[in-house]
C-alpha cells in the first residue's frame, strides 16, 4: 500500500546537536510538508516543497534545514539554533496537479525530545 | 489571508449522543474545505472534503459535514458517537491542489462511557 513514512518515531536529542527527521513517500506526489504540533497549538507549517530540488520556507523554518534531492524523501533536520525543538514533527504529501482538493496524506509522526 | 477557527477547544459527549464540531473559515473564493481525525500520538487521517457540489459531504466512520457558505462554515457532524471516536479534530482550508492548507487550532473530543 503506498503511503508516508516517518522515523524514527521517537527520537531524543541532546542539547546542542542537530537531528535529521526522515520522511518517505511511494504515493508519486509532487509537494511534501513538515508541520510542527504542540500541545493546543494545532499545526504549523516548518518548510514544504513542490518539486525536486526547491523548497520554501514555511511560518517557523527557523532553526530548521530541509533538502528534497528526490521526489520520494523530504527530510528534517533540526539544528542547534532551534530553541525549543520539543514537539511532534509530522510529515505530509499532496498532488499538484490533477484533481483538485485532493487534501494531505500524512505520516505517524516523530516525537522528537530533547534532553 | 485565509484562515481557519475552531471555535470549542473541548467537547464532551456521551457515547450513543450526536456530536457536531464547528468550523469556520475566511478565505477569498471557494474554498476547499477538510476534516482530519488525530488519534493520540499518530498522525491525521482525513474524515471527509468539499470542493464543489452538494454541499453536504459523506465521510469516513459515519461522518458528515455540510457546507454553508453564508455563514462560512463547515460543521462536522455524526449522529451517535462511539468511544472510539475519541480524538482530535481539525478543520482545514486550501487552495486548489491542496496546497499550502491552514488548519485550525483542533477540537478535543472526549467519549464518556
Known amino acids: 500500500d503506498g503511503g508516508i513514512t516517518q522515523s524514527p518515531k521517537y527520537l531524543f536529542r541532546k542539547e546542542g546537536q542537530n537531528v535529521t527527521l526522515s520522511c518517505e513517500q511511494n504515493?508519486?506526489?509532487?509537494?511534501m510538508y513538515w508541520y510542527r504540533q504542540d500541545p493546543g497549538q494545532g499545526l504549523r507549517l516548518i518548510y514544504y516543497s513542490q518539486i525536486v530540488n526547491d523548497f520554501q520556507k514555511g511560518d517557523i523554518a527557523e532553526g530548521y534545514s530541509v533538502s528534497r534531492e528526490k521526489k520520494e524523501s523530504f527530510p528534517l533536520t533540526v539544528t542547534s539554533a532551534q530553541k525549543n525543538p520539543t514537539a511532534f514533527y509530522l510529515c505530509?504529501?499532496?498532488?499538484?496537479?490533477?484533481?483538485?482538493?485532493?487534501?494531505?496524506?500524512f505520516g505517524s509522526g516523530t516525537r522528537l525530545t530533547v534532553v | 489571508a485565509q484562515s481557519v477557527t475552531q471555535p470549542d477547544i473541548h467537547i464532551t459527549v456521551s457515547e450513543g449522543a450526536s456530536l457536531e464540531l464547528r468550523c469556520n473559515y475566511s478565505?477569498?473564493?471557494?474554498?476547499?474545505l477538510f476534516w482530519y481525525v488525530q488519534s493520540p500520538g499518530q498522525g491525521l487521517q482525513l474524515l471527509l472534503k468539499?470542493?464543489?457540489?452538494?454541499?453536504l459531504v459523506q465521510g469516513i466512520k459515519g461522518f458528515e459535514a455540510e457546507f454553508k457558505r453564508s455563514q462560512s462554515s463547515f460543521n462536522l457532524r455524526k449522529p451517535s458517537v462511539h468511544w472510539s471516536d475519541a480524538a482530535e479534530y481539525f478543520c482545514?482550508?486550501?487552495?486548489?491542489?491542496?496546497?499550502?492548507?491552514?488548519f485550525g487550532p483542533g477540537t478535543r473530543l472526549s467519549v464518556l462511557p
Open positions: 482545514a482550508v486550501g487552495e486548489n491542489y491542496g496546497q499550502n492548507f491552514v
Open positions: 505530509a504529501s499532496s498532488i499538484v496537479t490533477g484533481t483538485p482538493g485532493f487534501g494531505y496524506t
Open positions: 468539499y470542493f464543489s457540489g452538494d454541499t
Open positions: 504515493l508519486n506526489h509532487d509537494a
Open positions: 478565505y477569498g473564493a471557494t474554498p476547499y
